[in-house]
């Protein structure tokens, strides 16, 4: 079973990283849009840490109100497009979970499907998109088909698809945002939102 305080370290990890890769994210986004994905991604990743600050301690709620708590923090911050994404992205976790401080290797796999099912539905964008999807997508499938027993396992081959995705996204165009104005000009340069995608999985497998 993987813990309440298991899934508090793990994201704190995943928003450590976020926090770390703010500079290459601002670099990035500075090619081909306004500049401030890195900025937006270090509110979310501090959004993040602020609420498992407060459940750490909190013996009475469980994971269902973690997520939730977490989305709510997210959706207050005044930023770019990643705000009502990460909201929704979180909000599907929060859906996929019951409110126990404990779940299955299934019912993790089970939170990640609901959160690439919320996004999916709040987005067009698919793989070859160059968008988050490029990473996020292979990440979620890749950790629904593992058949590793244990948190470490399954984050580790999350992580290394959302990684190769992440990369394969320089090789495409951008179809979405404002990037879609420059068209083959976006080619060689990763999407910034799947490369915060990447970092998030890099955090989660420690």
Excluded at 37 to 45: F, N, R
Excluded at 170 to 197: C, H, W
Aim: aromatic share 6%; charged share 25%.
């Amino acid at each position: 079973m993987i813990t309440k305080q298991q899934i508090i370290l793990i994201l704190g990890n995943a928003a450590r990283e976020i926090i770390g890769a703010k500079d290459e994210l601002t670099a990035i986004d500075a090619k081909f849009g306004d500049a401030d994905h890195g900025i937006t991604m270090e509110k979310i990743a501090n959004a993040i840490i602020s609420t498992l600050d407060r459940h750490k301690n909190d013996a009475a709620s469980g994971i269902q109100t973690l997520f939730g708590d977490c989305a709510d923090e997210i959706m207050k911050i005044n930023g770019g497009s990643a705000v009502p994404l990460w909201n929704t992205f979180f909000e599907g976790f929060k859906n996929g979970t019951d409110d126990t401080r404990e779940i299955s290797i299934e019912g993790f796999k089970k939170m990640f499907q609901s959160a690439l099912d919320e996004l999916s539905g709040i987005t067009k964008a698919k793989v070859g998109d160059k968008t988050m999807m490029d990473a996020l997508i292979p990440a979620v499938e890749a950790i629904i088909a593992s058949t590793a027993g244990d948190l470490a396992g399954i984050t580790k081959e999350g992580a290394d698809a959302a990684k190769k995705g992440a990369q394969e996204s320089a090789n495409m165009v951008s179809k979405f945002g404002r990037a879609k104005s420059y068209k083959e000009q976006t080619l060689g340069t990763p999407d910034a939102g799947a490369m915060s995608i990447m970092y998030f999985f890099i955090g989660l497998s420690g």
